[in-house]
């Protein structure tokens, strides 16, 4: 019978995954401490792992809980993650984790400052990307007025993730700054459908997967917000965004002014509605 630390550090799988993700400094003692000793040396170390300006501890535990998980996935689920599957998704969480945690979601009031937008109408239209070569992700989206004018954009570059967790990404962070701006009046837009239909579909708090659940619970304190699927193809300015944090590698950033790369698309959109 297997015991813990076989299975989190000592097993073949396990042995790949941390061989991958350790840090160089740390490697040559990994695997010979006691339990107890290992658990606490490394969650109290205060390194950078080789891939990621993640948090050591805070990457450590999440890869910790992905690899103890596993055998229960294949055993309940039949649906394991493979090696690749279980670092990208680890370096995703522990990045975006130590987002939340360092900066209390606080959305830079000096470049962002809130705004009392009680009874104004809004469309938020957000959008996720995954590079095809290097499979680094990244979100992004663009709130505007009911003429279709530029409010704000925003994106953030996410490192690697699956392109369903991007575009939730995409969708919560607006969802959050939206909220911070005291919008009464949200028309959320996103051409993932599959996401659509679950976060609608599934009942607050029901869902696995925790971003679904977060922007859950933010949809259900806003009753006057609804979430729809559009066409990728009105969705372009959203994408734009996203595929510009590709290139910048930047975290949650505002745009209150639309870049010059997006002008083009607004004027389309709002010569569109004009003419509808």
């Not at 990307?129 to 979100?139: K, Q, T």
């Not at 009942?203 to 006057?224: F, H």
């Not at 559009?230 to 734009?240: G, H, S, W, Y």
Request: glycine share 6%.
């Amino acid at each position: 019978m297997e015991d813990a630390i076989h299975i989190l550090r000592d097993c073949s799988f396990a042995k790949e995954i941390w061989h991958e993700i350790n840090p160089t400094t740390q490697l040559s003692n990994f695997f010979f401490a006691p339990m107890a000793d290992w658990l606490t040396s490394n969650l109290q170390l205060l390194s950078s792992n080789k891939q990621s300006d993640s948090s050591w501890p805070c990457l450590f535990g999440i890869i910790l809980w992905r690899i103890w998980k596993n055998p229960n996935l294949i055993i309940f689920q039949r649906n394991g993650l493979s090696l690749k599957d279980i670092i990208s998704a680890s370096y995703s969480w522990a990045k975006h984790f130590l987002f939340t945690y360092n900066e209390g979601m606080d959305l830079q009031p000096k470049q962002f400052p809130i705004r009392q937008n009680s009874g104004m109408y809004v469309v938020l239209n957000t959008d996720g990307v995954v590079h095809s070569v290097s499979d680094l992700s990244a979100a992004g989206g663009v709130v505007r007025n009911n003429k279709g004018e530029w409010i704000l954009g925003y994106n953030r570059f996410l490192g690697k993730c699956f392109a369903a967790t991007a575009e939730l990404w995409g969708l919560l962070d607006g969802l959050l700054i939206v909220q911070k701006q005291r919008y009464n009046e949200v028309i959320i837009r996103s051409d993932n459908l599959k996401n659509v239909i679950y976060t609608s579909e599934s009942k607050s708090g029901g869902s696995k997967n925790a971003l679904i659940k977060r922007i859950q619970q933010v949809l259900a304190s806003e009753k006057s917000w609804s979430l729809t699927y559009v066409p990728r193809e009105t969705n372009r300015v959203a994408d734009a965004l996203a595929k510009m944090a590709l290139l910048s590698g930047d975290s949650l950033r505002m745009f209150e002014v639309s870049p010059i790369r997006i002008k083009e698309f607004c004027r389309k959109i709002i010569l569109l509605i004009i003419s509808s």
